[in-house]
């Protein structure tokens, strides 16, 4: 039921769906002066939506920042990859078709190959409300055996269907295995603040490594702070998904 929830909250607090109701709102507002409220309202949102500057602001004040590889655990057990960048709805199935966050897989990559840790444990199975045959971790260890990570190294943990299950599955599959104990948390950079809190509440304590940034450098040029980006638009309903996530979770006591 949470899970089905949380779809449905998703949908509900999408920007483009406040647009549309504002917008609707004004088509069927009998009074002008009501007609112009919703036209306003509609605007006000739009402009402030598409800033590229005001959303990249918010961005860099909720992501978690860079972690250098020198901060790291010299030689750390594992490094647990979370899914969530693969369409594994996307046909042909002959292939892995990588989305927005594909740096959570480089990333992992990365510190396996510079000795940083030991194994690649992939957590994460089907986060669509129909469940899908294929997994995403399964998906992602091929692209891992591809880049020559060995079998050994990899371990899948491939049920769980959002952060928490993450979390609570990723323990259970370290149960049988006391000497995986220091852990690297590969996500991405807006997702790491919910994901590391899910992780500390069900014991686990991982050191946080972000990934797949959104935000960019501060910009100083007219276009930076002027111009409308539709890509703004994206980050907001991500950035509003995290936020609303964040805040049942931590209300859930999932935190």
């Not at 002066?33 to 961005?59: G, M, P």
């Not at 369409?87 to 927005?100: I, M, Q």
């Not at 501060?218 to 002027?226: A, E, I, Q």
């Not at 111009?227 to 995290?242: C, D």
Request: hydrophobic share 50%; proline share 5%.
């Amino acid at each position: 039921m949470f899970f089905l929830l949380s779809k449905i909250l998703d949908f509900v607090l999408l920007p483009t769906v406040w647009l549309l109701a504002l917008l609707l709102g004004a088509l069927v507002a009998r009074q002008p002066r009501r007609k112009r409220q919703f036209l306003v309202a509609a605007t006000a949102l739009l402009l402030i939506t598409t800033n590229s500057a005001l959303v990249n602001e918010a961005l860099l004040a909720w992501e978690q920042a860079p972690v250098a590889l020198a901060a790291l655990p010299t030689h750390a057990d594992a490094a647990v990859l979370l899914t969530g960048i693969t369409a594994v709805n996307k046909s042909p199935h002959d292939r892995v078709y990588l989305g927005p966050g594909a740096d959570r897989l480089t990333n992992a990559l990365w510190l396996y190959r510079a000795g940083r840790v030991r194994r690649i444990i992939i957590s994460g199975g089907s986060g669509a409300v129909v469940k899908k045959s294929q997994t995403e971790a399964a998906e992602l260890a091929t692209l891992l055996r591809l880049a020559g990570v060995p079998n050994s190294a990899i371990m899948l943990e491939d049920q769980s269907r959002n952060t928490r299950e993450n979390a609570l599955f990723t323990k259970r599959l370290l149960a049988p295995y006391p000497d995986i104990d220091s852990l690297v948390l590969v996500t991405s950079a807006f997702h790491q603040r919910r994901a590391l809190g899910c992780f500390r509440k069900v014991g686990l304590q991982p050191v946080a490594f972000p990934a797949g940034y959104r935000s960019s450098d501060r910009g100083n040029t007219p276009d930076y702070w002027l111009l409308p980006n539709p890509g703004a638009l994206e980050n907001v309903s991500l950035l509003v998904h995290e936020i609303a996530g964040w805040l049942i979770y931590k209300a859930m006591g999932y935190l």
